[in-house]
Nanobody, 124 residues
């Protein structure tokens, strides 16, 4: 079993920035893609971003395009989410996830491991 631990969440004002981190307890697969999802109270889980093993391919949900950037450090088994120009609508628990292989994916079913989440709250 692989554990994923998210960090970096907090309370910020609209327009501020945060950087989330997610570290895996060990290398989960020979090659793997990583992603971020979020869930607000009473809402369905929403895709945020995904990144390929090499870091060469990224994909973002429409609601965060142009504001968020996903990156990774394979030596640390870590994925990051740089969040700029935060809006109150970004308030949610953010989860990182890992899937096996070289592909990126926006589908939760493609991911094998999930973190416990970190809270991001954006005030007006």
């Amino acid at each position: 079993q692989v554990q994923l631990v998210e960090s970096g969440g907090g309370l910020v004002q609209a327009g501020d920035s945060l950087r989330l981190s997610c570290a895996a307890s060990r290398r989960p697969f020979s090659s793997y893609f990583m992603g971020w999802f979020r869930q607000a109270p009473g809402k369905e889980r929403e895709f945020v971003a995904t990144i390929s093993w090499s870091g060469g391919s990224t994909y973002y949900g429409d609601s965060v395009k142009g504001r968020f950037t996903i990156s990774r450090d394979n030596a640390k088994n870590t994925v990051y989410l740089q969040m700029n120009s935060l809006k109150p609508e970004d308030t949610a628990v953010y989860y990182c996830a890992v899937g096996a292989g070289y592909s990126v994916s926006a589908a939760p079913a493609s991911y094998n491991y999930w973190g416990q989440g970190t809270q991001v709250t954006v005030s007006s």
